[in-house]
């Protein structure tokens, strides 16, 4: 099994800035891709950011395009998603996830943190 602890949200004024992480511990894969997802009350979940574990390829939704930068520490088995720039609309819970390679979906999931960016 795969642990997925988030941290690094809170409470921050529209133009603000917060780093979340995402620490993983547990089962190990060769190679997987991270993923960043929010869930805004009243909304489905949607895709935020994601990072391939070997080469460090990025993908961004457009919404976060140019504000949000997602990175990994292979080391430390963290990932990271600098939010600058925050706006109203970017409140939601955060959710780190993992894809194994070959699969077309994420199987496992942190527990969410909460950021709600004031106006």
């Known amino acids: 099994q795969v642990q997925l602890v988030e941290s690094g949200g809170g409470l921050v004024q529209a133009g603000g800035s917060l780093r979340l992480s995402c620490a993983a511990s547990?089962?190990?894969?060769?190679?997987?891709?991270m993923g960043w997802f929010r869930q805004a009350p009243g909304k489905e979940r949607e895709f935020v950011a994601a990072?391939?574990?070997?080469?460090?390829?990025?993908n961004y939704a457009d919404s976060v395009k140019g504000r949000f930068t997602i990175s990994r520490d292979r080391a430390k088995n963290t990932v990271y998603v600098q939010m600058n720039d925050l706006k109203p609309e970017d409140t939601a819970v955060y959710y780190c996830?993992?894809?194994?390679?070959?699969?077309?979906?994420?199987?496992?999931w942190g527990q969410g943190t909460q950021v709600t960016v004031s106006s």
């Open positions: 547990g089962r190990t894969f060769s190679s997987h891709t």
């Open positions: 996830a993992l894809r194994q390679n070959g699969r077309d979906r994420y199987d496992y």
């Open positions: 990072i391939g574990w070997t080469f460090g390829i990025t």
